[in-house]
């Protein structure tokens, strides 16, 4: 049989999806979905020998997986010889995750190409990893070692509904692309702070936006999801049509299915103010007064959006600000403690969304080895303050490490966050019932050397857990982890609470009975532990 012919029914899953009333029946065939699509193993040679899903080894399983894509899908498929497979390891943001090497990449064209990837890896036993923008810090997070890397590159379509109030965006797109297609329109919508990250990590994760104090978070303002389910099936997602699987994919992360397209509410395009305000150690207790007063205001003037980084460089402490105001309006009445704060540097401008994501991908540089290690609690000024003289306090343990920059960043997640956390039948976060802000410590760290890795594990680790025991003396700790920033020794599940752990699981076991998400895609943050567990 031709290739076209194999997969000449692929067109055809979007239907069968909407007249399914149960997502995966318990006598569901992988051959059987395989020939929905018009796939049909016994004329694929490489799975000639293959005749169910028992357990088999991870090499012969991926490279039979591989061989069929390849079969199907010619070009779309990388081996590790070609240039596309380097294009693919070498474009990471992060060292560790381009040391991955996968058996091959492939790189769908659309819904239906990622649906057939899904189940030759339940037929092989092969599993595979999905990228969107591949912004993680850890190793296999969005790319599987010896197995299949799913690369949406090519998925980067960028659509407006008639009436403009709904925009569709491909997976394969970055903020960049995405804001940068849309502004002809005059619109935008509420994503990412920086150029490269992808759109599909931050959205399933959460999504803090330039515009959150205003609409709530990303994943507070998507209108729905089209997900392909673990049997192969295209759903779309939304507050009508499987709103449990909605509510799911609003913070529960990679664990429910691959999402092939996002549905997002539209905003006027804004023309911002903002850039990094720079101070010297002597301003810090007056800055993380600022810092506060600002977020507690965040009702009062929600077109503020702040956050504060403290560190050390060329032997001076600094603290940044970089204090974002989502109208061209250069004397924002909220932010004049901050400037009444003698500075020594102030990069403050007009700026298009797209200027601004551009500016501030120069503050996150790529081809590092990085960690992130976020933890949670209410906002205290005393407690911040001492966060900032603690950090400070150990940075010279870091001396020794080539390249190494540790970094702590404040964030908050404001009143008017928090409330918008509740629209749309609410998200998986955790967080709507909260009645104060939330303060996020969250740690960045990049270095050269794969063996001083463990030194900064250890040094994070040490901080982390000397911050999280004075918020727990003082009553101030939250369990919550933010996704997006979490390291792969944390369990960001767990701290969305106990009820809304239990409902995601019993959400993918809904839609992924055999557990495909939690096995056969183990790379990033699954539904029950860490990625990683401490070895110190």
């Given at each position: 049989m031709r290739v076209s012919t194999l997969i000449s029914g692929l067109s055809s899953i979007s239907g069968l999806a909407l007249a399914q009333t149960t997502i995966e029946p318990e006598d569901?065939?992988?051959?059987?979905?395989?020939?929905?699509?018009?796939?049909?193993?016994?004329?694929?040679?490489?799975?000639?020998?293959?005749?169910g899903i028992e357990t088999r080894s991870t090499d012969k399983a991926c490279a039979a997986a591989c061989e069929s894509l390849s079969f199907l899908f010619g070009s779309k498929i990388s081996n590790p010889s070609s240039t596309g497979y380097s294009n693919f390891t070498d474009s990471f943001w992060s060292v560790q995750q381009e040391e991955v090497q996968p058996r091959c990449v492939f790189r769908p064209s659309k819904n239906t190409d990622v649906s057939t990837a899904v189940l030759l890896s339940r037929f092989t036993g092969c599993h595979f990893a999905a990228r969107s923008g591949g912004h993680a810090a850890f190793s296999g997070a969005s790319s599987a070692p010896g197995g299949i890397s799913i690369w949406f590159k090519d998925m980067d379509a960028v659509t407006l509904k008639e009436d403009k109030?709904?925009?569709?965006?491909g997976p394969g797109n970055n903020w960049l692309t995405a804001y940068s297609a849309l502004e002809p329109y005059g619109l935008a919508v509420i994503g990412g702070r920086a150029a490269s990250i992808g759109v599909g990590g931050f959205l399933l994760g959460g999504g803090i936006s330039?515009?959150?104090n205003l609409y709530g978070w990303a994943c507070d303002n998507v209108e729905s999801f089209e997900v392909v389910t673990a049997s192969g099936l295209i759903v779309t997602a939304s507050e009508?049509?499987?709103?449990?699987?909605?509510?799911?994919?609003?913070?529960?992360?990679?664990?429910?299915?691959?999402?092939?397209?996002?549905?997002?509410?539209?905003?006027?395009?804004?023309?911002?103010?903002?850039?990094?305000?720079?101070?010297?150690?002597?301003?810090?207790?007056?800055?993380?007064n600022a810092w506060v007063n600002v977020a507690n205001n965040a009702s009062v003037d929600p077109h503020a959006q702040q956050y504060v980084a403290f560190l050390s460089n060329s032997g001076m402490n600094l603290a940044t600000a970089e204090l974002t105001y989502t109208k061209n309006v250069s004397n924002a009445e909220i932010f004049n403690q901050y400037r009444s704060i003698p500075a020594i540097s102030d990069t403050a401008s007009p700026k298009t969304l797209v200027e601004y994501v551009e500016y501030l991908e120069t503050e996150n540089p790529s081809?590092?080895?990085?960690?992130?290690?976020?933890?949670?609690a209410a906002l205290d000024e005393d407690y911040a303050l001492w966060v900032v003289e603690t950090f400070m306090?150990?940075?010279?343990?870091?001396?020794?490490?080539?390249?190494?920059?540790?970094?702590?960043?404040?964030?908050?997640?404001?009143?008017?966050?928090?409330?918008?956390m509740k629209n749309f039948g609410g998200n998986a976060l955790g967080l709507e019932d909260k009645t104060v802000p939330v303060h996020i410590v969250h740690v960045s760290c990049w270095w050269d050397?794969?063996?001083?890795?463990?030194?900064?594990?250890?040094?994070?680790?040490?901080?982390?857990?000397?911050?999280?025991?004075?918020?727990?003396?003082?009553?101030?700790?939250?369990?919550?982890?933010?996704?997006?920033?979490?390291?792969?020794?944390?369990?960001?599940?767990?701290?969305?609470?106990?009820?809304?752990?239990?409902?995601?699981?019993?959400?993918?076991?809904?839609?992924?009975?055999?557990?495909?998400?939690?096995?056969?895609?183990?790379?990033?943050?699954k539904l029950n532990g860490a990625p990683v567990t401490r070895t110190w």
């Open positions: 569901f065939s992988v051959v059987d979905a395989l020939a929905d699509l018009g796939v049909d193993v016994t004329e694929i040679p490489a799975l000639e020998t293959f005749s109030s709904v925009a569709s965006i330039y515009h959150s009508k049509s499987f709103p449990d699987l909605y509510w799911a994919l609003r913070g529960g992360g990679n664990n429910f299915g691959l999402v092939t397209k996002y549905n997002l509410y539209t905003i006027p395009a804004p023309t911002l103010y903002g850039g990094a305000r720079i101070f010297m150690e002597t301003e810090f207790g007056d800055v993380v081809g590092l080895r990085e960690i992130y290690w976020p933890i949670s306090s150990m940075l010279p343990e870091m001396a020794g490490v080539s390249g190494a920059q540790p970094v702590i960043i404040f964030q908050a997640i404001t009143e008017p966050m928090l409330q918008n050397n794969a063996s001083d890795d463990e030194t900064v594990y250890a040094f994070v680790h040490k901080f982390i857990d000397k911050v999280t025991e004075q918020a727990k003396t003082l009553g101030l700790f939250d369990e919550y982890v933010y996704m997006n920033y979490a390291s792969m020794f944390q369990d960001p599940i767990a701290g969305y609470g106990d009820a809304n752990k239990a409902r995601l699981q019993s959400v993918a076991k809904k839609y992924d009975p055999r557990e495909v998400f939690q096995t056969l895609q183990p790379g990033y943050f």
